[in-house]
């Protein structure tokens, strides 16, 4: 019996991972550590990726590649997010993830908009070398084998040079158990609005594998409008969640509505509007298991420092304690400048919604002299490519 045979209408399958809800968090450089993942997944239930690691980096087991795709025990089913530009290296990556048992799920990353990485033709603009993209993902979904494995992409390089239905008709002729599409460019980075309409293509396109949209999620309504709008199978979610891990909670909720399987009523009162104190409650969980993720107080607490504006955003917390919480190094120093504020205080309501973090302003992207002149890779721009594995993420 396929995994679909017996779903609920609020999950979803990809290959044989039956997902509780509809919802993958998005892998995001310095966020989806197992810290976050494991923070996220005690709000609500969905495939949790961790941060993207570059298959060379993997390949040769540097110290911070192997440490990054450690999970932790309570988390189920284990996804990892792989970024690379040679099939030979990202062949290599996947098989010793499947040997040594590391991963329930790869991804492959074909999103990053970030132009150090589309300078040297990685990332979003690698689909546009359609031969490169296919040797990629069907190298790697071979040695997957029974495991599944997803790409995640964007809709092209600019208007001028979309990849993404091409790609996604190779993507899913290769063998992947889902397709990802961030809905925009790289060229427009984060900015303006995501194109849900191009979401709505590509599930019209592909048609044997689980589609799933990317894009301007910040609410569970805005999820259930997407599904609804596009056909498509699930979301992503990206920005929505910085600051806010229980909107995997709200997104549950959202799509159990959907279903029919809770009233609407059921679902407004699960969808979150917490207090000061329920938020750093949350706050102070997060930092607590940074540091033990990092397995120091003073790392755990230095990386918490980034989270700060957007866990208070929109709570009334002044700008000086603000200040004062992004240069903690401890915890009992954290929890000092915690215990000045009032748990009490209201949520704020749409103060504390809406966009958050980087959107960036639509710029001409970086490529390799001549990229756009063939759909087929060059002799002499696989040495240009060898220098976009670096470790950033994005997509």
């Known amino acids: 019996m396929s995994p679909s045979a017996t779903l609920s209408p609020s999950q979803l399958a990809i290959g044989p991972l039956r997902l509780d ?12 550590n197992t810290a976050f993942r494991r923070l996220c997944r005690e709000f609500g239930a969905g495939l949790y990726v961790s941060e993207m690691i570059t298959s060379r980096a993997l390949v040769e087991r540097t110290p911070e590649s192997m440490r990054l795709i450690r999970h932790h025990e309570s988390e189920t089913p284990r996804s990892i997010q792989l970024y690379g530009v040679d ?3 990202v062949r290599e990556a996947v098989t010793m993830l499947v040997a040594e048992d590391r991963a329930d799920h790869i991804d492959l990353n074909f999103g990053c908009p ?23 993902v069907t190298a790697a979904v071979r040695a997957a084998g029974d495991l599944p494995l997803t790409v995640k992409m964007r809709k092209g390089i600019d208007g001028d040079h979309l990849t993404y239905l091409e790609a996604g008709r190779i ?19 984060y900015s303006g609005h995501a194109d849900w309409s191009a979401i709505a293509t590509l599930k019209e396109t592909v048609t044997s594998v689980p589609v799933l949209g ?7 309504a805005d999820a259930v409008r997407m599904v609804e709008q596009t056909g498509c199978d ?7 969640c910085l600051g806010r891990p229980w909107l995997f909670g709200d997104l549950s909720a959202a799509f159990k509505a959907r279903a029919g399987e809770i009233s609407a009523e059921e679902a407004a009162a699960a969808t979150a509007r917490p207090s000061l104190g329920e938020v750093m409650a949350a ?9 033990e993720f990092f397995e ?14 957007w866990y208070f955003k929109g709570y009334p917390v002044g700008g000086e304690l603000r200040a004062r919480l992004a240069t903690v190094e401890t915890l009992a120093a954290l929890d000092d400048l915690l215990g000045t504020l009032d748990p009490t205080l209201p949520y704020p309501g749409e103060d504390a919604e809406g966009p958050r973090g980087r959107a960036g302003t639509p710029k001409v992207p970086a490529l390799p002299d001549r990229w756009l002149e063939s759909r087929s890779i060059e002799a002499t721009q696989h040495a240009q490519l060898a220098e976009a594995e670096v470790n950033t993420s994005g997509g």
């Open 21 to 32: 809800s509809p919802v993958v968090l998005a892998p995001m450089a310095g966020i989806t």
């Open 87 to 89: 099939p030979k290296t």
């Open 114 to 136: 970030v132009p150090k990485v589309t300078r040297k033709g990685g990332g979003a603009a690698l689909p546009w070398k359609l031969d490169l993209f296919r040797d990629i």
């Open 171 to 189: 993507a899913e002729d290769a063998g992947v158990a889902s397709i990802a599409l961030h809905a925009r460019t790289a060229s427009e980075f």
């Open 214 to 220: 990317n894009g301007d999620i910040w609410t569970g």
């Open 234 to 240: 699930g979301v992503v979610v990206g920005r929505g």
């Open 283 to 291: 706050f102070r969980r997060h930092a607590e298991l940074l540091v």
């Open 296 to 309: 120091s107080e003073e790392r755990g607490c230095r990386d918490i420092r980034k989270h700060v504006a």
